[in-house]
């Protein structure tokens, strides 16, 4: 079983950029694929980002395609979200998530199995 724990979150103006990570122990960390989940008050978990076992096939929402970056490391045991061109829109806790099956990213929370607690985005304007 694999523990996650994300970091990186935290306050900023819109255009900002910031770096999230998702560290991972517990388990074989190349057997799982990983996604980036979003919630903000009020509204449903939606997906973000996903990243294959390897790195080599990324999968991004609709509305983050050209400023967020999904990319890991598996020397490292981590997976990271690089947010770029940030807008209040993007405010929410961002959580990561691992899928055993690891040859792609699902892109709902229902095709993952293990959960990390979430580090909070804030965007002001």
């Known amino acids: 079983q694999v523990q996650l724990v994300e970091s990186g979150g935290g306050l900023v103006q819109a255009g900002a950029s910031l770096r999230l990570s998702c560290a991972a122990s517990?388990?074989?960390?190349?057997?799982?694929?990983v996604g980036w989940f979003r919630q903000a008050p009020g509204k449903e978990r939606e997906f973000v980002a996903g990243?294959?076992?390897?790195?080599?096939?990324?999968s991004y929402a609709d509305s983050v395609k050209g400023r967020f970056t999904g990319s890991r490391d598996n020397a490292k045991n981590t997976v990271y979200l690089q947010m770029n061109s940030l807008n209040p829109e993007d405010t929410a806790t961002y959580y990561c998530?691992?899928?055993?099956?690891?040859?792609?990213?699902?892109?709902?929370?229902?095709?993952?199995?293990?959960w990390g607690q979430g580090t909070q985005v804030y965007v002001s304007s």
């Open positions: 998530a691992a899928r055993s099956w690891m040859w792609a990213p699902g892109t709902t929370r229902f095709e993952y199995d293990y």
């Open positions: 517990g388990g074989t960390f190349t057997n799982y694929a």
């Open positions: 990243v294959n076992w390897s790195g080599d096939y990324i």
